[in-house]
């Protein structure tokens, strides 16, 4: 049997987008469920819009993702002698040709077309034909190379997400696959790739649905074994148009800034086209065992930030403590508050992680351990108000008395001013959340002032 081998292919010219990184899960996931290879190939030919930031960002967030591959990054760029050699051999076996057409008489061509009211298209000229006199070599023209595609019969393939898929090749026409420059385009180097890395399963986005048959054309011209085919549909905004820079972020990277763990966009993407049951929370593990391939969704999928929210909640629930003090440090030192990644930290976010859909949002919460509060004068006169306030009095005298600084020992302190001053617990607990941690919401007070100092919580009590 044949090793199972898939490839994720994107082009530099931009962020990794979260469509390509569901393409790369899902091309993953597959090779590992079958136990195969994963390549990483870098499509750099469009040499004037690819650059080395774009790379860099491409191979950080497939490291953030926990993507790893097998092989590569492999640069299209480095195998120009290779693409070169095969179109040779493609024109000595008569499956390619050099087409000598300028740019204008290819505008003037299409113009034609375009009067006559056709479909515009290479309409041919200079392929070869049995008893066809071409046209004289011009000079000072470098010539491109065009595929010579067959003129009748049907291309189909059984495509892994869409199902059986036709198209007559008297709708496609002789793409170029080399440039003047030598430079071979997209559908052509694609082909060679794919070919000599001997991919087996290609999941790629349904934009290169109309591709496909050049490309399986040229697998054929070559005498190259075909590989399988899945094209996944495009991803939808929460508005339902397609997810797009304008609209919301669609890198990845965006995600890990906003404090998004790995391990949910990994589960949130891979359930954003493919299905296992009416499972939504599952491990990579539990993915790769389950992904074959199968029930990968026909019709796009809308993206749901809310859901994605539930899912990123879930697993900071259950990231480990250190983990997450690391993560929350770096998110601290974008809002301008330093705060070092240490135990403390750690126990801080252990206390409010049960409420945050994100890291960001695990930052903000604990600012107040690291920078100065700043109640709301609405929170100050509705809760500190001037009858309350000799039980604050009250509890700061008894706090600066414990022998033990927890959350038991403060726990007794508090309920010792409550029952001397004959009140209930919100009106002490609201006032004291107020003026030490700015809000008048927090979790379990005792449990939230114990993780600050004692002479942090006495200075903001006393004011
Ligand atoms: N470079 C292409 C892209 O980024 C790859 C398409 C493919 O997987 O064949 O869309």
Redesign the pocket.
């Given at each position: 049997m044949t090793t199972v081998r898939t490839r994720i292919?994107?082009?530099p010219t931009g962020f990794l987008h979260l469509g390509?990184a569901r393409t790369a899960l899902y091309s993953w996931a597959f090779a590992r469920h079958h136990g195969g290879h994963f390549v990483l190939r870098i499509?750099d030919t469009d040499v004037a819009r690819s650059t080395q930031d774009s790379v860099d960002q491409i191979l950080a967030s497939m490291h953030w993702l926990g993507l790893d591959y097998d092989e590569g990054p492999i640069y299209q760029m480095q195998r120009l002698e290779r693409y070169q050699a095969v179109v040779e051999q493609m024109i000595e076996a008569g499956t390619a040709y050099r087409c000598y057409c300028t740019p204008e008489e290819l505008d003037a061509m299409r113009e034609a077309q375009r009067a006559r009211g056709e479909k515009t298209r290479y309409d041919g000229r200079w392929r070869p034909e049995p008893g066809k006199t071409l046209p004289a070599i011009p000079q000072g023209v470098t010539p491109v190379v065009r595929f010579r595609n067959p003129l009748d019969g049907i291309v189909s393939w059984d495509d892994l997400v869409k199902g059986p898929i036709s198209i007559a090749n008297e709708e496609i026409d002789d793409l170029i696959i080399l440039r003047p420059d030598g430079v071979p385009t997209?559908n052509f180097a694609?082909v060679v790739d794919d070919w000599d890395m001997k991919i087996t399963h290609?999941f790629?986005?349904d934009e290169?649905i109309n591709n496909t048959p050049w490309q399986i054309n040229i697998f054929n011209a070559l005498g190259a074994p075909l590989p399988r085919f899945g094209h996944c549909p495009i991803i939808l905004g929460d508005d339902g148009l397609k997810l797009s820079k304008r609209r919301g972020a669609v890198s990845v990277t965006a995600y890990e800034d906003a404090g998004y763990l790995p391990e949910a966009m990994l589960n949130y993407l891979a359930r954003l086209g493919w299905s296992h049951g009416d499972d939504e929370l599952f491990t990579r593990e539990q993915m790769v065992q389950w992904f074959d391939g199968s029930h990968l969704a026909k019709s796009p999928a809308q993206w749901d930030p809310a859901k994605l929210s539930w899912v990123n909640a879930h697993y900071i629930k259950q990231a480990d403590d250190a983990r997450l003090a690391a993560l929350v440090a770096a998110q601290l030192a974008r809002l301008d508050v330093k705060a070092e990644a240490d135990e403390l930290l750690a126990r801080r976010c252990a206390l409010f992680k049960d409420r945050c859909n994100t890291t960001v949002e695990l930052a903000q919460w604990l600012t107040m351990y690291y920078a100065e509060v700043n109640p709301s004068e609405q929170d100050l006169a509705q809760h500190v108000t001037d009858a309350i306030k000799p039980s604050l009095v009250a509890l700061a005298a008894k706090l600066e008395a414990l022998a033990a600084w927890d959350a038991p020992s403060i726990n007794a302190a508090i309920k010792a001013t409550i029952a001397e001053a004959g009140i209930k617990m919100p009106q002490l607990a609201l006032p004291v959340r107020v003026l030490v941690c700015g809000r008048a919401q927090t979790p379990s007070i005792d449990a939230v002032l114990a993780l600050f100092s004692r002479e942090k919580v006495l200075e903001r009590l006393r004011g």
């Open positions: 292919a994107p082009s390509t499509e997209y694609v290609v790629r986005g290169h």
